[in-house]
C-alpha cells in the first residue's frame, strides 16, 4: 500500500494580471458573393466570404482544398525551345540542313560576330552571318510569360543581392530565353502580389506612369487617422521626390492601436505608401499588395507560391496597357511551383477587357478581374480529370 505524499508543497507564484486591449475596432462588413455563372461552382464558392478581414487575417492565403488534393504526379511535356541554326537556315531557303551543317564545320557562318558552331541554338535578336554577309531572316519572338507571385516578408525583388538574402527570382521556373523581369518592387518588409515577365516591353507599359494602373493595398499603421490626416493623404503629402496622393482610403478595423486601411494608389515610387502614412505621423507596420491594375492576388496562393497566367489573362492585362495581343501559345510544361497551373484552363464567361470607367470594389465581385478564381479553377480541372496530373510543386 503506498503512503500518501506528505511533503509540502511549494507556493505557487501568483500570475501577473493580464493587460488589458483597447477597444477593438469594428471590422469592415462583410462581402456578399459575386454574381457568377450558375456552372461554375468552383468560382462561386471562390468569391463567397472573400472580404477585406480574410487579407488581414492571413485566410486570403488558406488553400481549404490542399488537403482534397491527389498526390502531385511529375508529368513532363514538350516546352518550346530556340531553334537549330541549321534548321533555320534551311528554312530560310539556303538548302537542306545536312548542306547547312557543312557550311557551318567550314565557318562560312557566324552568329552574333562569332564563328557558329553544329546544333547551336538561335534566338530573337540573334545577327546570322553567311560568307560574311547578314542574312535577312526571322526568328520568331518566344511567347510572352506572366507569373503572379505571393511574396512574403523577406525576400528582396532582385537578381543578386550583394547581402545574399533570398530573392523572389530562386523560387520561378527557368526560362530557356531571357530573364524574369517584375512588374515594380516590393521592399523587404512588403508582402503581398508581385507580378513577373519575360517580356521587358510588357513590363515597362505595366510600369510606366501615363497608364496609371491602380495598386491597392492593405496596411496597418499604428494610431487611427484623423480627418485632418486622412484628407491630407487624398488631397496630397509633400514628399523628398515630390507630392504624392492616395486615390481613395478605406478603414478595415484592427484592435487597439492597430488599425488596417485600405489605399489605392496610381504610381509606384520607391517605399511611397509607407512615407505617405509616416508624413503624417503614422508608422506603417505591416504593408500587403492585393491588386495591381485589374490582377487581383488569387485566393488560396500560399506565401512563397506563384500560378502562371495563361494567354486570355496576359492578353487582358495587354490590352490595359494598350499593347497588341499575343498569338496562342504552344503547349507548355506546367508550372513548378506551389499553385502553377498549365494555360489550358477552363474558363469563365467573362470579359477580357478590364474594367472601365469606376471600378468595381474586387472584394466584392471576382467578374472582371483577373486572378481572383485561379486556384478555384484548377481544383475544379483535376476533380474533372479524376484526380491526377496536376503538379503542384513545393516552395
Not at 105 to 115: F, T
Request: with cysteine; charged share 25%; net charge positive.
Amino acid at each position: 500500500m503506498n503512503k500518501p505524499d506528505r511533503r509540502p508543497r511549494k507556493a505557487q507564484p501568483q500570475s501577473s494580471p493580464r493587460p488589458q486591449r483597447g477597444p477593438r475596432r469594428p471590422a469592415a462588413p462583410a462581402v456578399g458573393a459575386a454574381e457568377l455563372p450558375q456552372e461554375l461552382p468552383a468560382v462561386q464558392e471562390q468569391a463567397d466570404g472573400y472580404q477585406f478581414a480574410d487579407v488581414v487575417s492571413g485566410q486570403l492565403d488558406h488553400d481549404e482544398g490542399d488537403a482534397q488534393l491527389a498526390p502531385a504526379k511529375r508529368v513532363l511535356q514538350p516546352r518550346a525551345e530556340s531553334p537549330k541554326l541549321h534548321k533555320v537556315l534551311a528554312q530560310a531557303g539556303m538548302g537542306s540542313r545536312l548542306e547547312m551543317e557543312q557550311l557551318i564545320l567550314q565557318g562560312r557562318i557566324s552568329v552574333n560576330n562569332e564563328p557558329a558552331h553544329v546544333g547551336q541554338r538561335v534566338q530573337f535578336g540573334d545577327q546570322i552571318k553567311v560568307n560574311g554577309k547578314p542574312l535577312r531572316m526571322r526568328i520568331e519572338p518566344p511567347p510572352t510569360r506572366v507569373i503572379a507571385y505571393h511574396k512574403p516578408v523577406g525576400e528582396v525583388v532582385t537578381h543578386d543581392d550583394p547581402q545574399n538574402r533570398p530573392t523572389v527570382f530562386r523560387k520561378l521556373p527557368r526560362l530557356m530565353q531571357g530573364k524574369w523581369q517584375s512588374v515594380g518592387r516590393l521592399d523587404l518588409n512588403t508582402e503581398g502580389l508581385l507580378l513577373l515577365t519575360s517580356s521587358g516591353e510588357l513590363a515597362n507599359r505595366l510600369m510606366h506612369p501615363r497608364f496609371g494602373l491602380e495598386r491597392e493595398y492593405a496596411v496597418r499603421v499604428l494610431g487611427a487617422l484623423s480627418a485632418e490626416e486622412r484628407q491630407r493623404l487624398l488631397d496630397g503629402v509633400a514628399l523628398e521626390d515630390g507630392v504624392a496622393t492616395f486615390g481613395s482610403i478605406e478603414e478595415g478595423g484592427g484592435e487597439g492601436v492597430n488599425c488596417w486601411y485600405r489605399v489605392t494608389i496610381s504610381e509606384g515610387r520607391n517605399r511611397e505608401v509607407r512615407r505617405m502614412f509616416e508624413a503624417v505621423g503614422h508608422a506603417v507596420s505591416r504593408l500587403i499588395r492585393i491588386r495591381y491594375g485589374a490582377m487581383l492576388l488569387p485566393r488560396g496562393l500560399k506565401r512563397g507560391a506563384w500560378v502562371e497566367l495563361d494567354d486570355r489573362d496576359i492578353n487582358a492585362l495587354m490590352r490595359a496597357v494598350g499593347a497588341e495581343p499575343a498569338a496562342p501559345r504552344g503547349p507548355q510544361a506546367p508550372a513548378g511551383g506551389r499553385g502553377g497551373r498549365t494555360p489550358d484552363r477552363p474558363r469563365s464567361p467573362r470579359s477580357d477587357a478590364p474594367p472601365s470607367g469606376t471600378q468595381p470594389d474586387p472584394l466584392k465581385t471576382s467578374v472582371g478581374y483577373i486572378g481572383a478564381d485561379s486556384l478555384a479553377r484548377q481544383r475544379q480541372q483535376q476533380k474533372q480529370r479524376g484526380r491526377g496530373g496536376q503538379r503542384r510543386g513545393g516552395r
